[in-house]
């Protein structure tokens, strides 16, 4: 399975039964799980903490590093997955919806090539 | 559209729109990426932050406040494709092999009800 | 040497000079700086992960987690200090005036045991 | 008072007495305050968002910026003597010996100019 076959309620529905077969929906609170999302963030970053802005993509040829990069965004996917079906918040939507906003507030013409 | 019908693909393919159309991929190298998740994330923890854990799912049944946390959790995602955009990373084969790594290191039976 | 007998700029003295031995003061611009510390401040959250915060004090009795804790806390001041040295930042005076500035938006009549 | 007149233990005191007098010490268990030194880091990290690493020094002679980041310095230095407070953790004493550990493990001579 892959980005192209799969919905995000798929994906959604994997990490429930994960953490369902280790009964561990006590543990996953929002509290606990924004921060969860924050550690691993973090660990993402760790990749790059020494490495300057335009030389971070140099990641991609490297295969080892490449996979540890991607282990660590799928634990922030894990989280944040976790964090939507703690709340019952729709992904789809809320992204939709939050891109209309700074779609409004982030005029394609104006603020082309810059970010302020 | 909701998470029932929108593959992951597509939820990547607006966000690459998104940033195609001001031009600010060159912003979104994976240093900044990394960054940018958790500093979203900052700002998740931020509606928990003095709240303890076992209330913090109260945030459910208050819906100017779940509305705000929806939307901080679809930057969190919107910053999470991009990133996996920028390095072409599958996010399902990534998340469902490092299910799979924690289902080995975390057997249902020996963890039921425990993280450690 | 202890807290009650260092000035905050011998601790900075002492950090630049572990920074400078190594020539590390390339790479201790602030941007790196600041993830640096954030990095470190989300290892100090992991060891609270899935701990309710009302229990969270008992890592006091517990000698070898306090250690741990104690260390991760030393490389948060470690890259603050950093951070304060790479910009000339006055630490005391920075936060005896963010103190001045937060006392008089909560004042402690109307702010007493609780935070908003 | 300055950093050159100031122990660490006296921004100790001055921060557990602007707790105290809003009898906030409930709010500040290790868990709440490793995640709010998170967050404090995160307003940090937010001013060199998108600012390539080698340019974030500019920020020196912006003096309106330079002030908004030592706001937020201080924050992180409020939450993280706090988190010393609720601990009892000597500062000093636990930077000190992180200092000497990492000495050890990166000897100046083969780390000179370099991290990894």
Redesign the interface.
């Known amino acids: ?9 798929e ?2 529905k ?2 429930a039964a ?1 953490v369902q ?4 929906e ?2 996953h ?4 799980l ?6 691993e ?14 030389r ?2 140099a ?2 040829d490297d295969p080892v590093a ?1 996979g540890e ?3 660590e ?6 989280y ?1 997955l976790s ?2 079906n ?14 209309e ?3 409004a507030k ?1 005029p ?1 013409d104006s ?3 810059r ?1 302020e």
Chains 1, 2, 3, 4 share one sequence.
Not at 29 to 32: C, I, L, T, V, W
Not at 86 to 99: C, E, N, R, S, Y
Request: no cysteine; glycine share 4%.
């Open positions: 399975m892959t980005d192209h076959d799969t919905t995000v309620a994906l959604r994997r990490m994960f077969e280790r009964d561990w006590q543990f609170d929002p509290k606990n924004a921060a969860s999302i924050a550690i963030a973090a660990e993402l970053m760790e990749h790059f903490q020494w490495v300057p802005s335009e971070s993509g990641v991609r490449l990069v991607a282990e965004l799928a634990d922030v996917f894990a944040a964090f939507a703690a709340l019952d918040i729709d992904v789809t939507g809320a992204l939709f919806a939050k891109l906003k700074n779609a982030y394609a603020y082309y090539g970010y």
